[in-house]
């Protein structure tokens, strides 16, 4: 009997447990669950029996890899896999597949969510701003961002994307897509950061896109800590004391921000964009029913090794 692991530091919701059982089971495999595990050796003890496995964040290194001496296919439940040594898994033949879109809607809510966390004060009290008439600018123009896109468009704001691989996405419905990212910079009021931390979006929000930003402009980034120069962030936040950063992932300088930007950051204490029950059901269930797919009619559709 196949039996599939779900390994999550984080776990699902207890609804998307009990979807991705009956799925699991429904194709006459095992269930196996290791969550909230803080030892990395828990992992490795546990994936050591297994011939699937369903991940999130968690890190699955070549060690994780190896010590999987079974497992065939990892699902990566939700959008980015940077989490996964691909390069190992394609070494040891095992199959790394993602579940684009499934959790994209939580993600765009939380984005929004912060954005107006952030013009208005962090809720000190503080007169801020509103959404309506300002300009978002989305970086990336992925599921996430298009969720974002429809909801800003409801809060009556104006949206213009900066997007290499979507233009013609863009276009098609009459986005505004800036030539460069320092334009996009320069037209939004709210930055919207929504690309992978793979090849050239990495560290590519640097002082020379930041310095464009629109006077009391306000930075939210629910993708990767990764796609920040760190560095150029903190040099930029002391010199424009106007802007704010807010982020679902805490940037590695996390101490020196909150100790110098006092009521102009903020980052949730763990990643929170794709934590809904609805979230975990759609992404586990595409998971689990992956995983089917994959051993029963060897569907590779959502490879990304
Ligand atoms: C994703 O890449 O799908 C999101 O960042 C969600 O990550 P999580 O599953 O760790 O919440």
Redesign the pocket.
Known sequence: MKKVLIATE?PFAPAAIKKIKGIIEKAGYELALCEKYTEKSTLLEAVASADAMIV??DKVDEEVLNAAKNVKIVV??????DNVHCEAASANGVVVM?TPGQ?SNA?AELAIGMAIFGLREFFTGKAGGELRKRTLGLHGFGFVARNVFRIARAFGMKVVVYTRYSKAAAAAIGLKVTDSLEDLYAESDIISIHVPARGEHIKSVSMDVLKHLKKGGVIVN???KEVINENDLVAFMEEREDVKYLSDIAPDCKALMEEKFTGRYFSTPK?????TAEANIN?GVAAAEQIVGFFENGDETFKVN
């Open positions: 984080k999130r964040s990566r439940a939700g959008a980015g896999y993602n959790n993600v629910t993708a990767r990643k929170a964009g794709a934590q992404a």
